[in-house]
């Protein structure tokens, strides 16, 4: 049997886009009759079983002010685990301490890819701006990761930029997908819907410095200014949050939270007139794609790969100035066939699409059949 082990740092309760994307994946996986093991970043070590994949748990460094996201610092346990579990293949989903087990991995024939869900360069530059020649430093650490791997996935031409500036040979361009089933025009509440307040207006996003969240907290307040009565829905948590609840509390704006149940995600998603995405470090931006398979029109940074998306149809993108947001928000929500042009661009989309790109690439069936021989 084919064994695929998907491992990730960063990983904690309330992820979002990574979490989603591996569950995603060894649910597909799993219905290919291919077994799956998910690594990640928790207090202790332990095992569990899902109905897609065993979850292993490896002691790790809290981050602080990260809302609960964890990092694996040490490799050792894993390398056991990996041991016992004797994988096909590797994902790694970590482009920090993670990268050793590619190298442990090749010198057992075992094929180890790397996904790059973010632009390294922008975090560490939104985090770390006082660091000299972030740009270097980053180009050098790349250029010595995509050699320790046998694949490089990124999920957008704009997430592959930085490994093509370094000539990566080994690198593969593969969208990510959506559940259609969960995320589809169906979903929304008449009383969201029919509330009596326009535009309204979703932000689903981590709430940290480099998701960018205080554009769409202005995007409020000119619209008011403009006079009009907006409602934005906030679901996501973070370290920001409870100054943006202090600084914008007498707009109208509810923080709904993190939300476990997708189905309530996806009872905002397809409720609303828009949903915003000013993050300019997107790599893909899943809630926008399930915004979209809602119906529901998304605004976008034009700095971000969310451009790539948007080009289809179903949404705008648009550049810093705050005037330009409120004006694409009022073209967009007023444009009768928006919501459909929204639905046609996510029919591209699929987790069974991307996983069989995956596989192909991978060729693991040729792999099994050489361990068969």
């Known amino acids: 049997m084919t064994k695929i082990a998907q491992i990730a740092n960063f990983y904690g309760p309330r992820s979002g886009g990574l979490k989603t994307s591996m569950i995603e994946l060894a649910k597909q996986y799993n219905l290919r009759d291919i077994e799956c093991l998910q690594v990640i970043p928790g207090i202790e070590f332990s095992r569990s079983r899902t109905s897609y994949a065993e979850v292993v748990t490896i002691p790790s460094w809290k981050i602080p002010l990260s809302g609960g996201y964890r990092i694996i610092l040490r490799t050792g346990k894993i390398k056991e685990v990996l041991s016992e579990f004797s994988p096909n293949v590797v994902e790694i989903n970590d482009r920090l301490t993670l ?47 995509f050699r320790k791997f046998d694949h490089v996935i990124a999920t957008t031409n704009f997430a592959a930029q930085e490994f093509r500036n370094v000539g990566a040979n080994n690198l593969s361009v593969i969208a990510l997908g959506v559940d259609s089933d969960i995320f589809n025009e169906n979903r929304f ?89 000013p993050g300019p470090n997107e790599t893909f931006c899943l809630a926008a794609l399930e915004a979209l398979a809602c119906g529901t029109p998304v605004i976008a940074s034009d700095k971000s790969a969310l451009k790539e998306i948007l080009v289809n149809g179903g949404g705008a993108y648009v550049d810093d100035q705050i005037e330009n947001w409120v004006e694409a928000i009022c073209a967009i929500t007023t444009r009768t066939n928006i919501r459909q042009l929204a639905l046609e661009n996510s029919q591209n989309y699929s987790w069974k699409k991307t996983a069989t790109a995956l596989l192909s690439l991978y060729q693991v069936i040729q792999l099994e059949k050489e361990l068969v021989a």
């Open 189 to 277: 509440s008449l009383d969201l819907r029919t509330h009596t307040s326009f535009p309204k207006l979703v932000l689903c996003s981590r709430l940290s410095k480099e998701k960018n969240p205080e554009v769409a907290f202005e995007v409020v307040k000119e619209l008011i200014a403009h006079g009009l009565n907006p409602q934005l829905y906030v679901i996501g948590a973070g370290p920001l949050k409870n100054k943006l609840m202090n600084k914008y509390k007498n707009l109208p704006i509810e923080f709904v939270g993190y939300l476990k149940n997708r189905q309530e995600v996806a009872t905002y998603l397809a409720s609303v007139d828009a949903v915003l995405a």
């Open 99 to 145: 990268l050793g087990i590619a190298t442990w991995a090749n010198q057992r024939g075992i094929k180890s890819v790397l996904f790059a869900h973010e632009i390294l360069t922008n975090v560490l530059k939104a985090f770390f701006p006082f660091i000299p020649n972030i740009d270097l430093i980053v180009k050098k650490h790349n250029d010595k990761t």
